[in-house]
């Protein structure tokens, strides 16, 4: 079934700032990252157990990409990592401080890297 999103690559360079496949600028300068990044997207959207390993391969081409960390963040999260997620979380917020305002407003970098999730979700 189509999803509207692009193949993976080519990457597309606008301004200085590679696209994600959903079409917005990614502050990174690392097409494997990227491309990583995308496919975990994907593979978190269809729950794939692979979205994880893939977010953090993103990481690894680029320790920089707050997104990536986030991704990991959300991944760690759903299985019940709590402690790794919010770990997880708080690189995503460091790194996102030197990015686009779009970055650093998402909703996994904003609202996890206080721990927010375990205490809403679980009592103590």
């Given at each position: 079934?189509?999803?509207?999103r692009?193949?993976?690559?080519p990457?597309?360079?606008?301004?200085?700032?590679l696209?994600?496949?959903?079409?917005?600028?990614?502050?990174?300068?690392?097409?494997?990252?990227?491309?990583?990044?995308?496919?975990?997207?994907?593979?978190?959207l269809?729950?794939?157990?692979?979205?994880?390993?893939?977010?953090?391969?993103?990481?690894?081409?680029?320790?920089g990409?707050?997104l990536?960390?986030?991704?990991?963040s959300?991944c760690?999260?759903?299985?019940?990592?709590?402690?790794?997620?919010?770990?997880s979380?708080k690189?995503?917020?460091?790194?996102?401080?030197?990015?686009?305002?779009r970055e650093r407003?998402?909703?996994?970098?904003?609202?996890?890297a206080?721990?927010?999730?375990?205490r809403?979700?679980?009592?103590?």
């Amino acid at each position: 079934m189509p999803t509207g999103r692009r193949p993976f690559p080519p990457l597309i360079n606008y301004q200085g700032k590679l696209l994600a496949s959903n079409g917005l600028p990614v502050s990174t300068e690392s097409s494997p990252a990227l491309e990583s990044y995308d496919r975990a997207v994907d593979g978190l959207l269809a729950w794939d157990r692979q979205a994880l390993d893939l977010f953090r391969a993103a990481t690894a081409c680029d320790p920089g990409l707050a997104l990536g960390h986030a991704g990991a963040s959300v991944c760690l999260f759903l299985e019940e990592r709590f402690d790794e997620a919010i770990a997880s979380a708080k690189v995503a917020r460091a790194a996102a401080a030197t990015q686009t305002d779009r970055e650093r407003r998402h909703g996994c970098v904003r609202g996890s890297a206080s721990g927010r999730w375990r205490r809403n979700t679980y009592p103590g």
